[in-house]
């Protein structure tokens, strides 16, 4: 355009030609001149700090003696020495160009903890456990029991019922669950949240001699203990649970038949429907086919029932996981509902009649019930074969 104009304003007016394609005189001057960019210095203003004193200045702020101050306080604490380096909002300005207005004082740091990432593929591999309250007959009084739960089985193999909560105590119910259940050096790890008791030096120490590897929570996540959680809130979500406890002898009668259910009649969702002592004590192959058999007979009496085939059994998980990794798909993963929970520890030689069970199927294995059922109340029995409780503590 700009090249037609000049050709025809060689014999017409400027004007004239730039009225009669539409273009202004002024856009035809500045195509003539296009500007010239200038690089311009910004200007700097004669009351700004020089380079040397701004250095001087933040050298000061993050001295060992001012570093833990905001620049108010250090401005104050100067002019009260009578010295004078610059205004409050030049010493924001200074720090604001390196990134340390926020913070610039040495604070503790919370460390970082790993996220747990526990597989068992079988029982007595890894147990979960933690401590609850139970309300006692008044305001202010409570019991705590102490619950320890194999992931794999959902099965309780000890628990202990006690009007304290201490590492002692915690220390003699995992020694006898551990004699009780046979468990070896170097074979399970014990998996608890970051209570008094459980990181206690007591519990550490007896970890150690028993070579069994200890595993914590992060702090403030309860999903990291998923299965003990969840055993508490089937137990309490009871419908004979109640709301106070006469007594220490009253809660203990419930307590142990509540882990007789739990154990020998609870059928687990996530263990196909069997129950942790089926699972914790081997049986659940042999039920697994004793149910295909019955489905076999339904369906061969009324195939038209079964529109999808052949019914199948639930299978129980051949693993379970706390925290599956987040990287690779898991063999198995847990899902902790209400139901998620396990049951008390049985003795580690069984009787003959105690065989012929297991071999029989689907009959009830005994429990903690059972083998209090064979001490009278006033002696005082106890099913993990701890030492005589004192007036405040019952273990079983």
């Not at 610059?86 to 604001?96: A, N």
């Not at 969702?269 to 942790?276: A, I, K, Q, W």
């Not at 139901?339 to 903690?368: F, K, N, W, Y």
Request: glycine share 6%; charged share 25%.
């Amino acid at each position: 355009m700009r090249e037609v104009i000049e050709s025809v304003g060689q014999s017409v007016p400027l004007t004239k030609v730039c009225a009669a394609v539409g273009v202004p005189r002024s856009t035809l001057y500045r195509l003539r001149k296009p500007p010239v960019d200038k690089p311009q210095e910004p200007r700097r203003s004669s009351r700004a700090l020089s380079s040397e004193e701004k250095t001087t200045v933040r050298e000061m702020l993050n001295s060992e003696r001012f570093v833990d101050l905001s620049p108010r306080q250090v401005y104050g604490t100067l002019l009260d020495e009578g010295e004078y380096y610059c205004s409050i909002s030049s010493m924001y300005r200074i720090l604001d160009e390196y990134g340390e207005v926020n913070e610039r004082r040495r604070q503790r740091r919370h460390p970082e903890y790993t996220r747990p990432e526990l597989l068992a593929t079988g029982p007595n591999q890894v147990w979960s456990w933690d401590i609850t309250w139970l309300r006692g007959p008044s305001r202010w009084q409570h019991y705590y029991l102490y619950v320890i739960v194999d992931i794999f089985s959902r099965y309780v193999v000890g628990w202990m019922l006690a009007e304290e909560e201490s590492g002692d105590l915690a220390e003699q119910l995992i020694v006898e669950a551990c004699r009780k259940q046979g468990i070896e050096r170097d074979q399970l790890t014990l998996h608890a949240d970051r209570g008094a008791p459980m990181t206690s030096q007591t519990v550490a120490q007896l970890l150690e001699d028993l070579g069994v590897a200890k595993s914590h929570s992060r702090p403030h996540t309860s999903d990291d203990n998923p299965f003990s959680e969840a055993q508490f809130k089937t137990m309490k979500y009871r419908p004979d649970y109640p709301a106070r406890f006469d007594s220490l002898a009253h809660a203990r009668t419930w307590v142990i038949s509540f882990f007789d259910w739990y154990n020998n009649h609870h059928r687990h969702s996530n263990l196909g429907l069997m129950t942790p002592a089926t699972v914790h004590w081997g049986m659940n192959d042999q039920v697994t086919v004793q149910r295909q058999q019955v489905l076999q007979a339904a369906y061969a009496a009324h195939p038209e029932r079964f529109v999808k085939g052949m019914p199948t059994p639930p299978q129980a998980p051949d693993a379970v996981w706390i925290n599956p990794p987040l990287t690779k798909a898991p063999v198995a993963t847990a899902e902790t509902d209400a139901h998620t929970e396990a049951i008390p520890a049985l003795t580690g030689d069984m009787s003959g009649a105690q065989v012929g069970s297991r071999v029989g199927g689907l009959c009830p294995l005994p429990t903690c019930a059972a083998l209090d059922a064979t001490c009278a109340p006033e002696h005082n029995c106890l099913s993990l074969g701890l030492p005589e409780p004192t007036d405040r503590t019952r273990v079983n």
